[in-house]
C-alpha cells in the first residue's frame, strides 16, 4: 500500500469509447503526476500538477485530457484512443515537484480495441 | 536532450552481490533516483543521491559520480524477491519531474 490508489485497475475500450481513469492520494503531497509505461519503453511522462496547477505536458496528444480539481484526486480522462495507447498509465505523488521521491500507485492497465 | 542507459539484464544467484549501472546526459542535474518494480507491481522508490559518493540503505547501496554523470545501485546478499526491474531516473529539464531510464531486469536463481 503505497497511499496512492487508481481506479479502475484494468479497462478495455473501443476507440470510440470515452472513460476516466482516477487516482487518488492520501499523502498529503502537493504533486501529482500521470506517467505511461509501455512493454520494451520507459515510463514516459505525461502530464505533472503542483498544486493543482498543471506545470508539465509532454507533448501528449489531445486524446488524453488530465484534470487535478483538488490536490489529492488526479484524472485522466480518455476519449478516441488508438490501440497504440493501450499501455499501464501509473499515477504518482510527491510532497513537491523538485523531489526526487515520487509515490506510485499499481496502475490502470488499458487495452485498446 | 536527456537520455539514461542501464543495461537491460542481469542475472545472478542468491546470495551474491549485483551491480546495475546508470549513465546519464541532463543539461540540468538535481541528483539521481533508483527504483524498483516487480511484475504487475507499482515502481518504489529505493534511493536518491545528489551529490557525489555512495549512501547505504540496508542490502542497497546507491553510488553517484558527478563528473563521469554515472551511478551505480549495489545490491548485496541477493534474495529471490530481489527480481525485479530496476530504473534509475534524473529530473527533467524543467526540474519538475523525474525521466526513467528503460529498467534493468534482474533475475536472481538459486
Known amino acids: 500500500e503505497t497511499g496512492v490508489t487508481q481506479t479502475p485497475r484494468h479497462l478495455v475500450m473501443g476507440m470510440t469509447n470515452k472513460k476516466s481513469l482516477k487516482c487518488e492520494q492520501h499523502l498529503g503531497h502537493n504533486a501529482m503526476y500521470w506517467y505511461k509505461q509501455s512493454a520494451k519503453k520507459p515510463l514516459e511522462l505525461m502530464f505533472v500538477?503542483?498544486?493543482?496547477?498543471?506545470?508539465e505536458n509532454n507533448s501528449v496528444p489531445s486524446r488524453f485530457s488530465p484534470e487535478c480539481p483538488n490536490s489529492s484526486h488526479l484524472f485522466l480522462h480518455l476519449h478516441t484512443l488508438q490501440p497504440e495507447d493501450s499501455a499501464l498509465y501509473l499515477c504518482?505523488?510527491?510532497?513537491?515537484?523538485?523531489?526526487?521521491?515520487?509515490?506510485f500507485g499499481e496502475g490502470s492497465r488499458l487495452t485498446v480495441l | 536532450g536527456q537520455s539514461l542507459e542501464q543495461p537491460s539484464e542481469v542475472t545472478a544467484v542468491e546470495g551474491a552481490i549485483v551491480q546495475i549501472n546508470c549513465t546519464y546526459q541532463t543539461s540540468g542535474f538535481y541528483g539521481l533516483s533508483w527504483y524498483q518494480q516487480h511484475d504487475g507491481g507499482a515502481p518504489t522508490f529505493l534511493s536518491y543521491n545528489g551529490l557525489d559518493g555512495l549512501e547505504e540503505t540496508g542490502r542497497f547501496s546507491s553510488f553517484l559520480s558527478r563528473s563521469d554523470s554515472y551511478g551505480y545501485l549495489l545490491l548485496q546478499e541477493l534474495q529471490m524477491k530481489d527480481s525485479a526491474s530496476y530504473f534509475c531516473a534524473v529530473k527533467n529539464q524543467a526540474g519538475t519531474a523525474l525521466i526513467f531510464g528503460k529498467g534493468t531486469t534482474l533475475s536472481v536463481s538459486s
Open positions: 500538477y503542483s498544486l493543482e496547477e498543471r506545470v
Open positions: 504518482a505523488s510527491s510532497r513537491s515537484s523538485n523531489t526526487g521521491e515520487l509515490f
